[in-house]
């Protein structure tokens, strides 16, 4: 039988532009065996620089990129039918993942989003333009990557109401927040420690002050639910002034505070803030510890469904977008099919 092949860019090459494409290398035979589909990695790039290769790269040429190829005119020439968008999240501006997301998309060419900011920015306009071109557009590295948000509620939760949901989004802030908890280290010196651990970033302000949680929250809302939300419409708080009295005062009473992003329907509409809630010690909430992520999504028919991630990054963002391929590969091969049949 013939093999189809799926020629796969990569925007963005950090950490988990790059993790992604090993691992999706590392995964070629079980595309071939799962999806009988012959997958290559055509074209990466950064900000600066890049790689091409019709015939597909291999593992040990991704550490040598080639000055000047990069931008989204340099993917679509490499002849790509799928993007990975891996690049910095800025939602203030769309950041440079938005051109390289418009191109593809309007294109036709099936997406991947793993950075925020495009989706936040200008989420209706790509929604839009990936229906007009018929091209599928996945995000769930967008959307606390290795812990399942939309695909919760597209799957495991379809066909319910959504009538709540709650979640600790943010792996720096449930981080910075344990840890004054449980070993009564103080603000700047938990921070400290998260930036020599590398996972918190040299100006943390997005996560501290919430708004990463709050284009999260965004995304799934958006995105998950079909709710139209802009940041204009979430109150939004951080953890950054969270003293060590308040963190003495609710261990006192026995509660545990967490950065939360929180939507609640009333009458059909959607109203969700960003901020400190406290839990019993009883709370799942309150047992979600170190870079764990946590949500709880209440409907109508199944109650209340919890979900706790604690995947290793950036290898979990990696499987998060690599699991957004499979179900694409997935969706794409039944319209195969069905052309198959049609034209029979
Ligand atoms: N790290 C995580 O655990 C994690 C988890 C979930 C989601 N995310 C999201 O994933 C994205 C990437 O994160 P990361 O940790 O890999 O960040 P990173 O290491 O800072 O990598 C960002 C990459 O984007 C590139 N870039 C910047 N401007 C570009 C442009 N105009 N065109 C093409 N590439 C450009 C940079 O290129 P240069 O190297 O040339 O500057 C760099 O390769 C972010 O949006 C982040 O929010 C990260």
């Known amino acids: 039988m013939h093999m189809r092949t799926v020629r796969v860019a990569i925007a963005g090459f950090g950490g988990v532009g790059l993790a992604t494409a090993s691992l999706l290398l590392s995964r070629r035979a079980r595309y071939r065996e799962v999806h009988g589909v012959d997958i290559r990695l055509v074209a990466v790039c950064g900000s600066r620089a890049g790689l091409h290769d019709d015939r597909g790269l291999e593992e040990h040429q991704l550490g040598a990129l080639e000055d000047g190829l990069s931008g989204p005119s340099f993917l679509e020439a490499s002849g790509a039918d799928l993007l990975i968008e891996a690049g910095p999240s800025d939602f203030r501006t769309g950041g440079p993942g938005l051109g390289y997301i418009r191109s593809a998309l309007a294109a036709g060419r099936d997406t991947i989003v793993i950075s925020k900011g495009a989706l936040v920015h200008s989420g209706e306009e790509l929604r839009q333009l990936a229906k007009r071109s018929g091209a599928l557009m996945k995000l769930s590295g967008a959307a ?120 609640a329907r009333t009458d059909g509409t959607f109203r969700a803030s960003v901020g400190i809630r406290t839990y019993p010690l009883a709370d799942p909430f309150a047992n979600i510890r170190g870079k764990d992520k946590a949500i709880r999504i209440v409907t109508d028919a199944m109650g209340e469904t919890i979900a706790i991630g604690s995947g290793k990054e950036p290898l979990a963002t990696a499987a998060a977008a690599l699991k957004d391929l499979e179900h694409i590969l997935t969706v794409r091969a039944a319209s195969h099919r069905a052309e198959q049949r049609a034209s029979q």
């Open 144 to 263: 606390a990557a290795a812990l399942p948000t939309i695909d919760l509620v597209d799957h495991s939760l379809k066909g319910c109401t959504v009538l709540e949901v709650e979640g600790i989004l943010n792996a720096t802030t449930n981080y910075l927040l344990d840890a004054m908890m449980t070993r009564g280290i103080g603000f700047d010196a938990a921070l400290r420690e998260a930036q020599l651990g590398g996972f918190a970033e040299a100006d943390p302000r997005n996560d501290t002050e919430g708004w990463d949680t709050a284009c999260k929250l965004l995304i799934l809302a958006n995105f998950g639910l079909y709710a139209n939300l802009t940041m204009a419409d979430l109150a939004v708080e951080g953890i950054q002034a969270v003293t060590s009295e308040r963190i003495e005062a609710w261990r006192r009473k026995g509660l545990v505070p967490k950065l939360v992003g929180s939507l």
